[in-house]
């Protein structure tokens, strides 16, 4: 690896070592990354809005009061696979950003604008999402709640608290994820495993589990769940998790 040029907002780069690069107040904004290395990073303040990065590596980095908008991460690794530690994101602007394909394990995102944001088929597995923020005031009496997490691992992540309504979880696996109090409100949970999930207080009125694992899930411990889309070999196991003895004719 190289560490190359002086970057330059709007240019192309491939192979890179930035690890002792200079990110702080920087704009790079539209800058396309392929290949390239970021080891113990503090991207403090910088502006990337419409980066691309493709098959790069974060090991160990921070991300603080970063614009990330519209920003695209293809096959990017952020785990460090050593100590395990994930990437820190914390006060940083990622709306409409989008995620294929990359290992975000173990990540911290902390007060962290989340608009509208796209993960698919990306590891998450042991995230946190601490006061993240998939929202946006339209105006003074609209909020808009956006979020895509397709054919995601979100096993152990802590999405407690987190505002999810109307947002796209389908197909990705839940297990063992801390959902308490979460606003899951009419979200699409088709085809996704909530084995053994957090799940007191959590809103799932009007949400679309339909073909979901869902056996541990208890209703009871719900805040609401009416309108809630269920198939009939699913009404069996919910009413046995609320200790119900559920009998054929």
């Given at each position: 690896?190289?560490r ?44 990337m ?20 908008r519209e ?17 820190e ?7 409409q950003?989008?995620?294929e394909?990359?290992?975000l ?12 944001v ?7 597995r ?13 105006s ?5 709640t ?7 691992n ?5 999405l ?32 996704c ?33 009416a ?23």
């Amino acid at each position: 690896m190289d560490r190359g040029p002086e970057l330059e907002s709007g240019k192309a780069y491939e192979g890179l070592d930035l690890s002792a690069h200079d990110f702080d107040d920087r704009d790079l904004s539209d800058i396309k990354l392929t290949a390239c290395v970021f080891t113990d990073a503090r991207l403090s303040a910088v502006l990337m809005p419409g980066a691309r990065f493709t098959e790069c590596r974060f090991v160990r980095c921070r991300f603080a009061h970063a614009d990330l908008r519209e920003a695209a991460f293809i096959r990017c690794g952020f785990a460090d696979p050593d100590s395990h530690a994930g990437v820190e994101i914390a006060f940083s602007q990622f709306d409409q950003a989008r995620f294929e394909a990359c290992d975000l394990s173990f990540a911290d995102i902390d007060r962290t604008s989340l608009w509208s944001v796209e993960f698919r088929d990306t590891n998450l597995r042991g995230a946190r999402f601490h006061r993240a923020d998939f929202s946006r005031a339209l105006s003074p009496r609209t909020i808009h709640t956006a979020a895509t997490f397709a054919r995601c691992n979100l096993e152990l992540a802590d999405l407690s608290d987190a505002g999810l309504k109307t947002c796209d979880l389908s197909g990705s696996s839940l297990r063992e994820a801390d959902l308490t109090g979460a606003d899951l409100t009419a979200a699409d949970l088709t085809d996704c495993d909530l084995f053994q999930a957090l799940t007191s207080g959590a809103r799932l009125g009007g949400a679309d589990p339909r073909r979901a694992e869902v056996s541990g899930l208890d209703l009871s411990g719900l805040a609401d769940y009416a309108g809630m889309k269920i198939t009939p070999a699913q009404q069996t196991v919910l009413l046995a998790a609320m200790g119900l003895d559920v009998r054929p004719e």
